[in-house]
């Protein structure tokens, strides 16, 4: 999981606050996948986006949450208002997008909601 | 909705045994990946089948995908301590880029 890179690693804040973190992906890899885990459990997919396109947010919850991924820059995974159900693993994979190509994850984002 | 589950869930075993964990799925994918992922990390890729029925070596980890391309087994010989972790299968739907992740088989390998 080499050059996925992923920030903050950890991420503490408050209920009603605005969560936001951050994956830059593998150099030359344009695609980027956002997943939560739980504790104890796998890895839930939320979003898949290219540069400046959400191709699939099948999984982002309706509200609060957003993501995107600019031509320029990292891409954001946004949540309002955070409470505690928020709290859990974030992880950003990258690929290069084309057909039966790997997914290279980043080490997470762990958001705690006091 | 596709759904992979994993099996056994949790898996606690001597040092030097055989194990094999399965993935299985009702729906085909293009192709299947594990990872494994420890404590505090995000998952690592360990390998990608593609093609109905293959098998992938990887030291001591066997990998299969079957026929159908609707399931796979990680099979591991002589467990470690070190092959301790989660494992995760992931497929991606045909039509889709889209990976889908199992449930994971947590692997307890005691010294």
């Known amino acids: 999981n080499a050059g996925v890179m992923q920030n903050p690693r950890h991420l503490v804040r408050r209920r009603g606050q605005e969560a936001r973190l951050r994956c830059s992906p593998m150099k030359g890899h344009s695609h980027v996948y956002w997943y939560r885990q739980l504790p104890e459990e796998g890895l839930k997919f939320m979003v898949y986006l290219q540069k400046e396109n959400i191709i699939d947010e099948s999984g982002m919850p309706k509200e609060r949450f957003s993501a995107e991924f600019p031509k320029e820059g990292p891409s954001i995974l946004r949540i309002q208002q955070v409470v505690r159900g928020d709290s859990a693993a974030y992880f950003c994979a990258s690929s290069s997008g084309q057909k039966n190509t790997e997914a290279f994850f980043g080490q997470g984002t762990r958001l705690t909601v006091v | 909705t596709q759904l992979l589950e994993q099996s056994p869930q949790f898996l606690s075993i001597q040092e030097g045994e055989n194990l094999t964990v399965y993935c299985n799925s009702s729906s085909v994918f293009s192709s299947l990946q594990w990872y494994r992922q420890e404590p505090g990390e995000g998952p690592v890729l360990l390998v990608t089948v593609v093609t109905g029925g293959e098998v992938k070596k990887l030291k001591r980890l066997t990998f299969q995908f079957g026929d159908a391309r609707k399931d796979s087994s990680l099979h591991i010989t002589a467990a470690q301590p070190g092959d301790t972790g989660l494992y995760l299968c992931?497929?991606?739907?045909?039509?889709?880029?889209?990976?889908?992740f199992g449930t994971g088989t947590r692997l307890k390998v005691l010294a």
């Open positions: 992931a497929g991606d739907p045909p039509g889709t880029y889209k990976y889908i």
